[in-house]
Nanobody, 122 residues
């Protein structure tokens, strides 16, 4: 299963961006979607997660109230709506999916995208 992110770019502080992540391949089920980010010189951190079958999404404290994760189950797509962006949100954003691949027997693993760059600057 392959993941492809899009939607990154250069914005000014206070503006918004919406990232998308599309999964393709032999997908039996996507068990959970996650968005991570990695700023220069920093470790990759979990930003938001949307677990299937549970009502509560996870958000890092640094993005609570500003970022919203969502999914389109029919189209195997996840989104990250980012509002009120700050310079400290500058990073490469990666999506990850806990997938079960449709094979015999089914195989469950984490798939990762290549990342999309978000720059917040004046």
């Amino acid at each position: 299963v392959q993941l492809m992110e899009s939607g990154g770019g250069l914005v000014q502080p206070g503006e918004s961006l919406k990232l998308s992540c599309v999964a393709s391949g032999s997908i039996l089920i996507i068990n959970a979607w996650s968005w991570y980010r990695q700023a220069p010189g920093e470790q990759r951190e979990l930003v938001a997660e949307i677990p299937m079958g549970r009502n509560t999404n996870y958000y890092a404290d640094s993005v609570k109230g500003r970022f919203t994760i969502s999914r389109d189950v029919a189209n195997n797509t996840a989104y990250l709506q980012m509002d009120s962006l700050k310079p400290e949100d500058t990073a490469v954003y990666f999506c990850s999916a806990d997938v079960t691949e449709d094979r015999v027997p089914p195989e469950r693993y984490d798939s990762w995208g290549q990342g999309t760059r978000v720059t917040v600057s004046t």
